[in-house]
């Protein structure tokens, strides 16, 4: 696996630049893994029954945005925390952009 670095040696802007891009690839390419809308507007209900409706965000802000298995990923709407394993049916609120 191949370690992410930050390259101090560009100018700021250009490298904080390429890491929000860096990180906004990691994000897509970890949502199409674990197929489910994150960033993302959501109508879902966990299997205990409970609903909620909002942005679909990972719970851990890191640096980096990790590979990682449908069974251990943290996500969250607002301030409500969950296991993706949790999710019992997920509905994307907005249409979807080719992105």
């Known amino acids: 696996m191949d370690q992410d670095e930050i390259d101090f040696d560009r100018p700021a802007a250009d490298g904080v630049e390429a890491w929000h891009r860096q990180r906004a690839l990691q994000l897509r390419q970890l949502s199409h893994d674990v197929g489910l809308p ?3 507007r959501v109508r879902l209900e966990l299997v205990d029954g409970s609903g909620m409706e909002g942005k679909l965000e990972l719970a851990e802000h890191g640096l980096f945005i990790e590979p990682t298995e449908r069974t ?8 409500c925390e969950f296991m993706a394993r949790e999710i019992a049916s997920c509905v994307r609120l907005e249409k979807p952009s080719h992105d």
């Open 38 to 40: 994150i960033g993302h």
């Open 72 to 79: 251990t990923l943290r996500l969250r709407i607002a301030r």
